[in-house]
């Protein structure tokens, strides 16, 4: 099956579950799964609207999600969701066995531990602005916070994976220097990849109206996430090219589509349907409040007002809504001179 097969009819058949590898646990106590880079400050969190954000670099302009553990649900759900969307697998490079693993936006750190039971000889590092990973964990994995937006101070050609998810749509700001410190740190022969999800609602089903709740709640998003200086409008193409303009051969693109609610034929797709649903119905209250009320000056009243009536529209199956999402993945050639031929 090729690309557009899989795009527009969605009938990818794919492994459901986990096939995982045991590995050793450890505590906090006896593994430092979280690097202490910063002050404890990074716990003094902040609370707006009775939702909790990160504290770590926070002010104006800060991620527009909490990190409470409504939150941390919904990360999760997304993270099953989209693992089953994109094919039921962990990453998407073609890597036999990682050993050096970069998690960049690690969230939770579901994604992280998860490759390190699958690879246990695996090092796996996770980086996010929160410290909100688990306290025990396999111990061939250590979490570290820190912004992905400033000055990596990993070795230079180091990961064999660098790996994120949804981190170009509404987080990274200046993709140019992200895409370029992936490139210095990865090692040669090793791959950057990134999972992403636009806020483009689309249905192949119905002729979504233009005063649609949905339509207008993600344009309104779009205009808040953009005066925070991030953006939900990303050119996949675009970031195509990027890849290869710092240096990234053999760069793949792989278009997928995110179900919302289950009305797909296919039972994987049913079920990440069934969980993207959950996700957004759980989620669209933090994905709401910051934006609404900080940036586009709604009244906290108003904001829950227009929720609820998004979450109704979500939920009304003869639509047959989803969202366009997409595998990029590049591999870094190795240097001229180190090349045989």
């Not at 490079?93 to 490759?115: F, K, N, Q, Y």
């Not at 050609?157 to 992936?182: C, H, P, R, W």
């Not at 709604?298 to 829950?304: F, L």
Request: hydrophobic share 35%; charged share 25%.
């Amino acid at each position: 099956m090729d690309d557009s097969d899989f795009y527009s009819d969605l009938s990818v058949v794919a492994r459901d579950g986990y096939e995982t590898e045991d590995s050793g646990y450890s505590s906090f106590d006896d593994v430092s799964i979280l690097t202490q880079s910063v002050h404890s400050s990074i716990y003094d969190y902040r609370f707006e609207h009775g939702r909790r954000y990160h504290a770590y670099k926070s002010g104006e302009n800060d991620y527009f999600t909490p990190n409470d553990e409504p939150e941390q649900f919904r990360m999760d759900m997304q993270h099953r969701c989209m693992y089953l969307a994109s094919g039921s697998k962990l990453f998407h490079s073609p890597l036999a066995s990682p050993i050096r693993v970069l998690d960049v936006g690690t969230g939770t750190g579901i994604w992280a531990v998860e490759m390190a039971e699958r690879y246990p000889h695996a090092e796996i590092v996770g980086v996010d602005l929160s410290p909100i990973q688990p306290d025990w964990a396999p111990s061939n994995v250590k979490f570290e916070i820190d912004d992905a937006e400033d000055g990596w101070t990993w070795p230079e050609n180091n990961f064999d994976l660098i790996y994120s998810k949804t981190m170009l749509v509404g987080g990274i700001k200046d993709f140019q220097k992200y895409f370029e410190q992936a490139f210095k740190h990865c090692a040669p022969d090793g791959y950057f990849e990134c999972l992403e999800m636009t806020a483009n609602i689309r249905s192949d089903h119905y002729r979504i109206p233009e005063d649609n709740v949905i339509l207008k709640w993600t344009t309104l998003l779009k205009q808040g996430i953009q005066r925070m200086g991030s953006t939900l409008d990303v050119d996949f193409g675009k970031m195509e090219s990027l890849m290869r303009q710092v240096g990234f051969v053999n760069v793949t693109v792989k278009p997928f589509k995110v179900p919302i609610g289950t009305w797909p034929a296919n039972p994987t797709l049913k079920q990440a349907g069934s969980v993207q649903l959950v996700a957004l119905l759980e989620g669209i209250e933090g994905l709401s409040l910051a934006v609404f009320t900080r940036c586009l000056g709604w009244s906290i009243e108003d904001t829950h007002k227009f929720i609820e009536q998004t979450r109704q529209e979500f939920t009304r199956k003869k639509a047959c809504y989803y969202w366009p999402g997409v595998v990029i993945y590049g591999r870094k050639p190795f240097p001229p001179e180190e090349q045989l031929f």
